[in-house]
């Protein structure tokens, strides 16, 4: 789980003043977030994403605390180790980082809550490209239900005074289809997953 609590809150409550002044933020939707243990997916456009989730994650039955999943090298930044460490799992990208998913697995299966974008990194509107499927193997491995939440992808520099659009979908749980090999079914089921995160984008339009 979480800790310290607290400080959660404070980090929540800065965040929610950032963003209430500088971003029009419209949600749908939240009524599906709940406590862990939990994985929140969701497309990758910009920086803030992981935040703007992370702040539209609280609704009628209060805080939802969870995790960040982010690369490595930002773990380098000193200070933001230093203030915002504990809840952060680096993770080295490009390769089997079996510490982090370790660390990952043991926060999901102790009921906590963590957000991963499964394409790994920044993707452009239109830009083609393959979600890894250690998200389907840290799920299966701690029971961990999915939860896909898509944020507008349509945004252009500077989005500071723009609207985005975040939509939660419902959580669901995944089963290891055992008729086709591992790396197949991790690859059917991650697929299934982004095109649930991209099929909440419709809501969007309406």
Known sequence: MVKHKGLY?????????????FYRIHTKGRENVTDGPCIICGNH?????????AVKMKNKTGYHYTKFM???????????????????????????????????????????????FPEGRRVDAGEDSEAKTGVVMMAL????????VYISEKRKPPVIFGRVDIVFGEP????????????????????????RIHALGEQVKK
Not at 11 to 19: D, R
Not at 141 to 147: E, I, P, R, T, V
């Open 70 to 116: 982010a690369k490595a090298e930002l773990g380098k930044v000193g200070i933001l180790r230093k203030i915002a460490g504990h809840l952060i799992v680096f993770i080295q990208r490009g390769k089997s980082d079996i510490g982090a998913i370790k660390e990952t697995i043991a926060h999901l299966k102790a009921g906590g809550n963590i957000i991963i």
């Open 45 to 53: 456009t910009s920086m803030a994403d992981p935040l703007m989730v």
């Open 141 to 148: 491995h701690s029971g961990a239900k999915l939860l896909p």
């Open 9 to 21: 809150k404070f980090y929540y409550f800065l965040l929610w003043v950032w963003f209430g002044i």
């Open 172 to 195: 669901y749980s995944i089963e290891r289809d055992r008729s086709i090999p591992t790396s197949e079914a991790y690859r059917l089921a991650v697929n299934d997953l982004m095109a």
